[in-house]
Structures are given as C-alpha cells and as structure tokens.
C-alpha cells in the first residue's frame, strides 16, 4: 500500500539553529501535503497546506517565516523550523494526498527537541 | 470552521468490556470522517474511515458509526483487550481531499 515517509524520526537541536524534515511518498504522486504539529498529550493541530510548485497555505496563528514549507516535487515536502525556540519542540506529522484520489496517508511522524 | 470534540477524554476498562468512544463534529457538510489509534509518542493508525454517503464501518472488534443529522460519530469497541490501550481520534474532512480536522482523542486504558 501508499507509504509516507518522514525524516529524520526524532532530531535535537540547539535553540537558534534551523532543522528541517522531510516527508516523502514512496510509492504515489502527492499533488497536496499537510503539516501538522501535536504537542504533548493534545491533537493534532494543522499547519499549513503545501500544493507541489505552490507556496504553502498557512493556519491561521502559524508564522510562514518561521515554519517554512516547500513541495517542490510530487514527492517531497519540507518542512524547516527556522531559529529554533524550546517552545517549538514538538511532534510533526504530515500526510499525503494520493494525486487525483481521495485517500490521505500519514507518516511516522519526526519529534523535535530544541535545547 | 469545522470542529471536532471527543468525549471522554479519557477511559479506563477492565478487559473483556465493550466501549463506545464519542466524537462529535459542528459542520454536518463532512465528505468523511475517519478514526485512529495513535500509541504514545507514535504516528497515526487508520482504523475506520466512513464516507458521508454511509451510516457505518465494520473492522474486526471494531464498529464506527456516523450520524450526519446529529453531528455524531461513535466507536464501539468489542471486548476489549489490553493491546487496545491507546489514544484514539476522531477526525473530519469537509472536502474531498482536504486536510482532516483532529479531535483531541480519548486515551483509553484497558487493564487485565
């Protein structure tokens, strides 16, 4: 079946610095991914929108200059958290919408930790 | 602005017992509605996912239901296990292949 998936699983960075993670469809096109972030025993909140060869569609509250989000292929999305802060350790997922179908895959998820 | 809600938010059971975990949803316009197992400090396990033309959806132990008119989607788990120790979320699509709106889960605890 689809498969997603994210990159790095887990990654600790220094407070200040940039991390970036991927989130690939392995097996399908992704014309749309979705970023989510999930803090500690809460929901998964939604991020942004990302439309291959488009700029990304942000949450209302989400800083597009601090969440930076490019879909440059059809199968491949990035997520980078620029000047990284404690406060922005979290859980991100993403998930994929499989071209012309309806069906949305998740990935593994990647936990953030900022030092 | 569609919003999910699960009640409770959490459940403890002893084995053996069947269980029904609520979710309800404030825009009835869904194109679907979908339920996940997420175990801790994991990614997400579709479960069941009902489409708006249906009433229900049947996996193994597990039945979801999906009321339109009320707002309402349930889950009822049969006999429940130890191994269905979990939090589990509800979440709603409005369009086809539109981001889906979480709910912030129950966290059931099954005990043996």
């Known amino acids: 079946g689809a498969v997603v998936s994210q990159h790095p699983s887990w990654v600790i960075c220094k407070s200040g610095t940039s991390v970036k993670i991927e989130c690939r469809s392995l097996?399908?096109?992704?014309?749309?991914m979705f970023w989510y972030r999930q803090f500690p025993k809460q929901s998964l909140m939604l991020m942004a929108t990302s439309n291959e060869g488009s700029k990304a569609t942000y949450e209302q509250g989400v800083e597009k200059d601090k969440f930076l989000i490019n879909h440059a292929s059809l199968t491949l999305s990035t997520l980078t958290v620029t000047s990284a802060h404690p406060e922005d350790s979290s859980f991100y997922i993403c998930?994929?919408?499989?071209?012309?179908?309806?069906?949305?895959?998740f990935g593994e998820g990647s936990w953030l930790t900022v030092v | 602005k569609q919003e999910v809600t699960q009640i409770p938010a959490a459940l403890s059971v002893p084995e053996g017992e069947n269980l029904v975990l609520n979710c309800s949803f404030t825009d009835s316009a869904i194109y679907n509605l979908q339920w996940f197992r997420q175990d801790p400090g994991k990614g997400l396990t579709s479960l069941l996912l009902?489409?708006?033309?249906?009433r229900e959806q049947t996996s193994g132990r597990l039945n979801a239901s999906l009321d339109k008119s009320s707002g309402r989607s349930t889950l009822y788990i049969a006999a429940s296990q130890p191994g269905d120790s979990a939090t589990y979320l509800c979440?709603?699509?409005?369009?086809?292949?539109?981001?889906?709106?979480f709910g912030k889960g129950t966290t059931l605890s099954v005990s043996s």
């Open positions: 979440a709603a699509t409005n369009q086809a292949g539109t981001a889906l709106i």
């Open positions: 097996d399908f096109q992704a014309t749309t």
């Open positions: 009902i489409q708006s033309s249906q």
């Open positions: 998930s994929a919408k499989a071209g012309a179908g309806n069906t949305i895959y």
